[in-house]
């Protein structure tokens, strides 16, 4: 009897867990099916597995989750629907259930209701996926009553229809899907449009396109914006006629799959991607509107397509670079479309109490313009007048001159835009550096004049002998503050042109007990440990080696890139010296060293803690290669340049240094930038260097962090062992990989992320810089987003290691 039932209850879970892989891949999903935030193992599929449903973990935030449809085969995880409630994306642990009366049904962690599908009309009796991406719920005469393509996202997909009034709006960003600033949809008259609107209110902007539908054939409007099967995206009008925005493409789709997607920058664009991708396959453009959004998203009560106070530029994919002007940084680095502010303060009333020539100076850009804001037009006029009346107008940031006509423009700045037809030139008014910058609303002058009324009133009241000692006291102590007043400026004041302090060379003598405490010495030169006299921070002075003594205007230009980073993964600049053949740069201290005294000492760190500073490497780079304004390539990635905070978040130093050393390299071995083992092959051959050198680099470094041992020990008795990057193959192929961990029980227990990151290192340590993957990609891989497929052999040229 025992065993009948035991045989009983395993045939029913074998049932049960057959029927759950059944609905899983056949396209169907019963009532009461239930998914929840944070299992990975489970989402609901379409019948072809092209299309999944379920929770999409965010890449900034492992506790947040999208409800969300996403194209489930290609190794980047391309979200084309999501729920659209205040809620989305939400916590881990909330459920999405598929009931009768109330459709999909999301709930937080506590069973509190936060979105629901409500068809309404009638009791669902299941839910079909369909190939195409559509999730659709029906009733028992098999009828739809809701469906995810009558409520669309930011994304339109093949067979998918778009009513009149159907609206598609963008995201806020990349990586933000609350709803964005553009949106695209059919009039009621049947044209398609694309329009702004004004966050956080609904006012709708002028429209910036307009395709034309009801101009040319009033008398038969378009009812429907149609993409087909074959990627041909038109309008239907009520005749039946076409009207083409977008041909079909050349390609099957049966190859390939397609998008259109109204990105956060306002650019509608459709892409297509091979169904079987390659580690370098991703989504390509191959159709877009407007053709130039930096021109035709100009409209009145808008801030453009970038932002206050910033220029737009294309891209090849004929999408907006944004970038804030010269003597401008971004408001909010977290929210670059919150715009650019100057970096200086205008004051009508300092301008007053010196010359405006001696306070302010023009920085001149060719062919950039902002069409609005102008407050005055001088016509006819000439180049150096425009300069002058705006020189000396407190209220004038920028003038504009072209075609004999001055505009004096005043802040906040829109619509900006790099326009070549437009042959203006833009004259930006910026504070000279050697002017410490004036509090405008300090009372300063005010207070002195206080004193000087109550110096007064004492003199008057007191006999000679005591007038002679505070006459005397009064003057030393004009004398004092005379002096500090000419000597600030030199040590204490902000340049406003990098916003970095400048240092003299006696200052960080003083504050490093004239360089006496030596924290480390790198590729370019040698860093001490020093203390800042008036505030009693501490900081890492870097003295930099004669590479930087013969260019002063290559070394300005590095610490303008340098002080305009911002990323909580790179060692921030405080500040720097100049002075003769002395360069300096003072660096916030990281109490915790380098990564490598950390990962190779006595202690081994914990996997957690690895995992932890892998990420912040890879978001480190990341933002070197393709956030930061000026891309920058760091060239020496090795754990002596990584170094850990308070608290031991991994934070890249000495980038940005190896630009200024890669100026006049030539591809020989001499000009090699790097670290013997982490330097890319490339290097050794006449190759052009890009940034999968430091992708390559930190392939090493990950092997290291994966292991806690150096790339190279000659020490190690095992021969075959000295050398990580062969090592750690063999491994991989012979499936060892609780060898590489040694007795680590905590990296051996989570062995899918092991084998994950082992899998990510090995593709960065490809010696063909194609099959390297960009740090994007590797940071989706990492976090596990995109799917880690199984590398090939990383040693297919045999170059030196």
């Given amino acids: 009897m025992f065993s009948f039932l035991h045989y009983l209850i395993i045939s029913i879970s074998i049932l049960k867990h057959s029927t759950t892989l059944a609905q899983k891949n056949s396209g169907t999903v019963s009532i009461d099916a239930t998914l929840t935030a944070g299992d990975k193992a489970f989402s609901w599929l379409s019948s072809s597995g092209d299309f999944a449903l379920g929770f999409q973990q965010l890449s900034d935030n492992k506790d947040l989750f999208l409800l969300a449809i996403w194209f489930n085969k290609l190794p980047e995880r391309t979200v084309v629907w999501s729920a659209e409630t205040p809620n989305n994306p939400t916590r881990k642990g909330s459920k999405l259930k598929l009931t009768a009366d109330r459709g999909l049904l999301l709930t937080d962690p506590r069973n509190q209701e936060l979105w629901n599908s409500d068809p309404i009309i009638s009791q669902v009796d299941m839910a079909i996926f369909n190939d195409t991406g559509n999730f659709v719920l029906v009733n028992r005469n098999s009828e739809k009553i809701w469906e995810s393509f009558s409520h669309p996202t930011d994304t339109l997909l093949p067979t998918q229809v778009l009513e009149k009034g159907d609206v598609v709006s963008s995201r806020d960003s990349s990586t933000n899907f609350s709803r964005g600033r553009f949106q695209l949809f059919l009039l009621k008259d049947g044209n398609v449009v694309l329009d702004s609107i004004n966050l956080p209110s609904e006012f709708t902007n002028a429209n910036y396109y307009t395709s034309g539908t009801t101009n040319t054939n009033s008398s038969n409007p378009g009812k429907q914006l149609v993409f087909n099967e074959s990627g041909s995206l038109y309008v239907l009008r009520e005749n039946n006629e076409m009207f083409t925005l977008s041909g079909a493409e050349n390609v099957s789709g049966a190859d390939y799959y397609y998008r259109a997607t109204l990105n956060f920058d306002g650019v509608f664009t459709k892409y297509s991607h091979p169904k079987n991708p390659t580690m370098e396959n991703s989504w390509s453009a191959v159709w877009s509107i407007p053709d130039n959004i930096c021109i035709k998203s100009f409209v009145f009560g808008s801030s453009g397509a970038c932002g206050y106070n910033r220029i737009c530029r294309l891209n090849v994919d004929k999408r907006p670079v944004c970038e804030c002007p010269r003597g401008f940084s971004l408001l909010d680095a977290d929210d670059e479309y919150r715009g650019c502010k100057p970096n200086f303060l205008q004051s009508c009333e300092e301008e007053t109490k010196s010359s405006a020539d001696s306070l302010y100076t023009f920085q001149e850009i060719k062919d950039i313009d902002w069409p609005t804001g102008d407050y005055e037009v001088l016509q006819p006029y000439e180049t150096d007048k425009c300069k002058e009346t705006c020189l000396n107008d407190c209220m004038c940031a920028v003038a504009i001159f072209r075609n004999n006509t001055c505009w004096k423009k005043k802040l906040p700045l829109t619509n900006g835009r790099l326009d070549s037809n437009a042959e203006a030139r833009a004259f930006i008014k910026v504070r000279k550096s050697d002017f410490p910058l004036e509090n405008p609303s300090s009372s300063s002058q005010t207070k002195s004049q206080n004193v000087i009324i109550i110096a007064g009133s004492v003199l008057l009241g007191t006999s000679l002998f005591v007038n002679f000692l505070l006459l005397g006291g009064v003057s030393m102590g004009f004398f004092f503050i005379y002096k500090k007043r000419v000597t600030r400026p030199q040590s204490d004041r902000e340049v406003s042109r990098f916003n970095l302090r400048c240092f003299t060379y006696k200052d960080l003598t003083d504050a490093t007990d004239d360089f ?143 630009k200024h050393l890669l100026m006049n390299q030539s591809h020989t071995n001499t000009a090699i930038r790097g670290t013997k083992g982490y330097v890319a092959p490339e290097w050794f051959s006449n190759m052009p260097i890009t940034v999968k050198v430091d992708v390559y680099s930190f392939g090493v470094l990950l092997l290291e962090i994966i292991c806690c041992r150096r790339n190279v020990d000659v020490e190690i008795a095992a021969e075959e062992k000295a050398i990580l990057v062969y090592w750690a193959y063999d491994c991989y192929t012979e499936g060892t990989l609780d060898v590489l961990v040694g007795s680590d029980m905590e990296a051996i227990e989570d062995m899918k992320s092991l084998e994950r990151f082992l899998r990510v290192a090995i593709w960065c340590i490809q010696e063909d810089p194609s099959l390297r993957p960009s740090m994007k990609k590797v940071m989706l891989m990492l976090e596990g987003i995109v799917q880690v497929s199984a590398p090939p052999s990383p040693f297919l040229f045999g170059s030196i290691i």
């Fill in 516 to 658: 006496k405490e030596e924290l480390g010495r790198g590729s370019f030169g040698i860093v001490y440990k020093g203390t800042l006299k008036d505030t009693n921070d501490q900081v890492a002075v870097k003295k930099l080696d004669r590479a930087f003594q013969d260019s002063e205007k290559e070394f300005k230009a590095e610490v303008n890139v340098i002080g305009h980073t911002h990323h909580k993964n790179l060692v921030r600049l405080l500040g720097f010296c100049e002075e003769g053949e002395q360069r300096l740069l003072v660096y916030e201290f990281m109490s915790n060293g380098t990564l490598a005294g950390f990962l190779f000492g006595d202690m081994r760190p914990s996997w957690n803690q690895r995992i932890q500073i892998a990420m912040g490497v890879a978001r480190g780079l990341l933002y070197l290669h393709e956030e930061c304004n000026t891309q920058i390539i760091h060239c020496d990635i090795k754990p002596q340049n990584i170094l850990l905070d308070e608290s031991y978040n991994a934070r890249i130093a000495d980038f940005g240094l190896a």
